[in-house]
Nanobody, 114 residues
Framework: QVQLVESGGGLVQAGGSLRLSCAAS????????LGWYRQAPGKQREMVAR???????TYADSVKGRFTISRDNAKNTVYLQMNSLKPEDTAVYYC????????WGQGTQVTVSS
């Protein structure tokens, strides 16, 4: 089955940057329309950035212009470059497909201090 392993989170000050990685195995990576999701305490998980089935990208309004999703098919890895981080970006970040049908990884914690 598909395995997703997130990494790259940490504690940063507002205005800082992080790059998250999602290493995938068990399927054809370029076909799986993977994306990034996040869940803050007391909130439901929400889509942050993702590849569509057609190969385009889409972003939540709250991160447009600050976050960029990319992937390296040779490494079976999806990245999320996060710039100009804000305290409201604090959450556990996960990767999955459109319908969240793969087993969830452990996620990676992003904490942005004011």
């Amino acid at each position: 089955q598909v395995q997703l392993v997130e990494s790259g989170g940490g504690l940063v000050q507002a205005g800082g940057s992080l790059r998250l990685s999602c290493a995938a195995s068990g399927s054809i990576f370029s076909f799986n329309a993977l994306g990034w999701y996040r869940q803050a305490p007391g909130k439901q998980r929400e889509m942050v950035a993702r590849f569509t089935i057609g190969g385009t990208t889409t972003y939540a309004d709250s991160v447009k212009g600050r976050f960029t999703i990319s992937r390296d098919n040779a490494k079976n890895t999806v990245y999320l470059q996060m710039n100009s981080l804000k305290p409201e970006d604090t959450a556990v970040y996960y990767c999955n497909n459109l319908h969240n049908s793969y087993p969830w990884g452990q996620g990676t914690q992003v904490t942005v201090s004011s």
